[in-house]
């Protein structure tokens, strides 16, 4: 547990540092989540198996707190980015970009752990971290249509061989934001609950009241920094769900069905201090297998699971390359889709 602790708290510290101190801290703050960290990636030790026995009520508990200071980041992260701090161009856009990337590496990571948790006060918190980022729809759209539909052309957040991240992003939003919709929609009539608070309903008041807290700390420029910050944490989860599950299919079945999702059909990574920062999110396959278990449980296996060639987030940069992404990864995902027909 002590390497989740040691990452993600580490780069609180950080983000607290450049947001109070500026100065050198902005850059302090920036490289740890870049070029930190992909050095220590290079750490076999890192990598080694957690003990999850002892480490679930501690990952609740992390779990919990990185979602609380969550929100005190993100509106200060406004209010700096915004010019109201006084730092200069050049802390400003550090400070940018190393809040985004832990607001789409980290806190999207564990609002993801966060709704999957059985414990209600939980679930909510994960809602209302993805609700301030202005993407509330994606707790529908991964619980109800990803979970179900994960590797077939039925889920939007699946990329098909040979599809740029470029064509993907677009398709996955929309489609995403229509199919959890028609998900919740359908859930509500089976459960005789059409005529309650619609799920979307309060992503949509959430979205509404994180724009007014970015517009009461900063003005117009508020408004404008949340926009930015929001959208890079919005790329960088299609990002994931886009590396994650590229050109893995599920063999279709009679009837329109397809086979069960199993450890052949996402990419995972065993990098031990970028998995640390994302909350196991790079040992993917296990997730889909038991999406209730908790982060320091998920287990990888080399032999059953498709591995990426770099780190998720390393990946992710090469994803915005298609020529070097295609030459680097359609060669293993025909490999795996023949070894699995």
Known sequence: MARFVIATLGM???LNLALW???PWTLIALLYITVFTF????IAALAAPDRPDSEFPAGDGLAALLGLVHFPLLYAGVWAVAGAGGQSVAERVALFFALALFFGQVSNS???ELIHRGSRRLH???????CSLLFGHHVSAHLRVHHIHAATPQDPNSAPLGQSYYAFAPRAWIGSFRAGLRAETARRARTGK?????PYLTYAAGAALS?????????WAGLLALLGLAAYAQAQLLLSDYVQHYGLRRRARDAGRYEPVGPQHSWNAPH???SALMLNAPRHSDHHAHPARPYPGLELDRAEMPILPQSLPVMAVLALLPPVWRRLMDRRARRWQAETL
Do not use: E, M, T
């Open 39 to 42: 050095f220590l990636d290079r």
């Open 124 to 130: 909510r918190l994960g809602v209302a971290v993805y």
């Open 211 to 219: 724009l007014a807290l970015a517009a009461l700390v900063a003005g």
């Open 21 to 23: 101190l500026g100065g």
């Open 272 to 274: 031990g201090f970028s």
């Open 12 to 14: 609180v510290g950080a």
């Open 110 to 112: 564990n609002a993801h």
């Open 194 to 198: 059409a005529r309650g608070w619609h």
